[in-house]
């Protein structure tokens, strides 16, 4: 069955780094563009960033652009997220989900909760 | 970016009870619109794609329509598994915008 799986997030200091992964399964990982998505806290979701099925395309929200980028390793099946430069508005849980163009994105994975904090 | 306000942004609503939800775009964005349903401490669940089209294993009571600026959610009879937040997204333009989210509650 498809999954997709989210991993990476944890506690980190403002200012500092940190490296979300993306891991999917059950389906062709390579045929698919991926999102990230996210929520803070008692919020509402926030599209954060894609990448193209071939790697070449990528976008990234206002908010995060400069600060992060995404890359992918379809031979790990994997989309990873570096997020560099954070800040407490960065709080949030991360979902990534699979992008079936203009059908929506149907599947999503649990999501990872990235807190920065002092 | 396109704009996506959704309304009311709360309701209450009881069992049985038939719901309206709508998503309005600062501009059109054709039919290229999702909605999904999201419940306390899960990942949101696509509901309905191409403003009017529902998702395989989706319950027919949840019926989207629409075009342009203007599309709506309705769910019919509302049950108890059907109280959550539900959120549209249009498919049209980076960045992909979420609506603000429609939460439905139990009166």
């Known amino acids: 069955q498809v999954q997709l799986v989210e991993s990476g997030g944890g506690v980190v200091q403002p200012g500092r780094s940190l490296r979300l992964s993306c891991a999917g399964s059950g389906f062709t990982f390579r045929s698919f563009a991926i999102h990230w998505v996210r929520q803070a806290p008692g919020r509402g979701l926030e599209w954060v960033a894609v990448?193209?099925?071939?790697?070449?395309?990528?976008q990234f929200a206002d908010s995060v652009k400069g600060r992060f980028t995404i890359s992918r390793d379809d031979s790990k099946a994997t989309v990873s997220l570096q997020m560099n430069s954070l800040t407490v508005e960065d709080t949030a849980v991360y979902y990534c989900a699979r992008y079936t163009g203009y059908y929506g994105f149907d599947y999503w994975g649990q999501g990872t909760l990235v807190t920065v904090s002092s | 970016d396109i704009q996506l306000t959704q309304s009311p942004s709360f309701l209450s609503a009881s069992v049985g009870d038939r719901v309206t939800v709508t998503c309005r775009a600062s501009?059109?964005?054709?039919?290229?619109l999702a909605w999904y349903q999201q419940k306390p401490g899960e990942a949101p669940k696509l509901l309905i794609y191409s403003a009017s089209t529902l998702q395989g294993g989706v319950s027919s009571r949840f019926s989207g329509s629409g075009s342009g600026t203007e599309f709506t959610l309705t769910i019919n009879s509302l049950q108890p598994e059907d109280f959550a937040t539900y959120y549209c997204?249009?498919?049209?333009?980076?960045?992909?915008?979420f609506g603000g989210g429609t939460k439905v509650e139990i009166k």
């Open positions: 990448i193209s099925s071939d790697g070449t395309g990528k």
């Open positions: 501009q059109g964005i054709s039919t290229d």
């Open positions: 997204q249009q498919l049209n333009y980076l960045p992909l915008t």
